[in-house]
């Protein structure tokens, strides 16, 4: 089972990195638009003296591995040379194998999109599965153990860094348009790694709690938490309902509490990742023991 587990994971490493190097090259190099980190500097060394950023890459992370090794796990460290070895195969792939013409200098906010959308898609999908392409990454988890400093600072400051030093070869129109495909990247990044498809998580606080839990499990066929309240103000003890429904669930859900007891409070939240029984999408799943464990949890820390 493990083995099956970090050949998956290898697997959708691999995936990311030709789709991160497929945007890079297709939509970065050929509409000279920058990039952030050590692939922004790689792009520099290309456009200034014609160095190939699938060798560049490398060569500049083998001194980051080197020095950043013992900041990982084992799995994490070889999950990170596999992410930045196999980035840059498909940089050289795309380069001179594979080519297409992708050209949109005459629309450089369309070419601002689809870099941002290939490259923090293929981001996130390394990221998603446990690994990364090294250079900043590495630099930041450097940083972080021996000085505190917070991983995301760091990495903004060094995107930051190279993104203004791209300026030795590129416009301000073509910076500002490289902004806006970093802007894109960041939040392909959060919707793949939190999940695209978002549940909804319910708290019911109702009077009538367990005729509204026993229909939410006859009606709806989804499994529901009785926790113990008490409330702030009135002082008298209630049970509350927590549960947990797919999006297109919610309505029906609430017709449902509506019927039963008009003035209960409801509260409704977003739930990035759910997994186990009861949902056909698998990132949006939840098993009652998860869910019981949880409120139990939540118990002992009041």
Known sequence: MKWNLQTKNILFILLGAAIYAF?????????????????????????????????????????????????????????????????SFFLYIFQHWITFDFSLT???????????????????????????????????????????WAMSQTMLVIDAAVIIISLCYLDYRQMMYTLVGVFVGAKMIDVIQKGAYSAKAIMIFSKRSETIAKQIISVLDRSVTLMDGKGGYTGKEMNVLYCVVSRNEVFRLKSLIHEIDPNAFVTVNDVHEVFGEGFANNDVEMTTKFVDKTSRSGRRNR
């Open 23 to 87: 945007g890079l090259v297709n939509f970065n190099m050929k509409n000279m638009l920058a990039e952030g980190g050590v692939t922004g500097i790689t792009l520099i060394l290309y456009n200034l003296l014609s160095i190939d950023p699938a060798v560049s890459n490398i060569v500049l992370n083998i001194p980051l591995f080197f020095a950043g090794w013992r900041f990982f796990k084992r799995n994490e460290f070889i999950y990170t040379l596999i992410g930045t070895f196999s980035l």
């Open 106 to 148: 005459h629309d450089l906010f369309l070419a601002a999109l689809f870099a941002g959308a290939f490259i923090g898609g293929g981001l996130g999908v390394i990221f998603r599965y446990g690994g990364t392409t090294g250079g900043s990454d590495i630099v930041a988890r450097i940083t972080h153990k021996k000085f505190g």
